[in-house]
Nanobody, 118 residues
Framework: QVQLVESGGGLVQPGGSLRLSCAAS????????MAWYRQAPGKQRELVAR???????NYVDSVKGRFTISRENPKNTVYLQMNSLKPEDTAVYYC????????????WGQGTQVTVSS
């Protein structure tokens, strides 16, 4: 089994910063893409940012220039640095990883709440 454990969410004022972390553990042979999704109340889950095993990144337009995704492959960990946060960034953020065990499966974290409010 593989587990993804997220941390770093919380309440922050507009313009503030937060850093999310997600560590994968268990019977892992290798990890492919890692990503962060978010889901706001009443909205569909959306992809926020993705990083390949080689470090190539892509972002949803609404966070470009404000969020940075990165990963530490030896630690099986992915991060999301969020700066200049806006109220519309409020959502539950989920970590996602493509993991080979050796069969490839998609795994999700339990979610961490990010609330941007004054």
């Amino acid at each position: 089994q593989v587990q993804l454990v997220e941390s770093g969410g919380g309440l922050v004022q507009p313009g503030g910063s937060l850093r999310l972390s997600c560590a994968a553990s268990g019977r892992i042979l290798t990890i492919g893409n890692m990503a962060w999704y978010r889901q706001a109340p009443g909205k569909q889950r959306e992809l926020v940012a993705r990083v390949t095993s080689g470090g190539i990144t892509n972002y949803v337009d609404s966070v470009k220039g404000r969020f940075t995704i990165s990963r530490e492959n030896p630690k099986n960990t992915v991060y999301l640095q969020m700066n200049s946060l806006k109220p519309e960034d409020t959502a539950v953020y989920y970590c996602n990883a493509e993991v080979a065990t050796p069969l490839w499966f998609d795994y999700w974290g339990q979610g961490t709440q990010v609330t941007v409010s004054s």
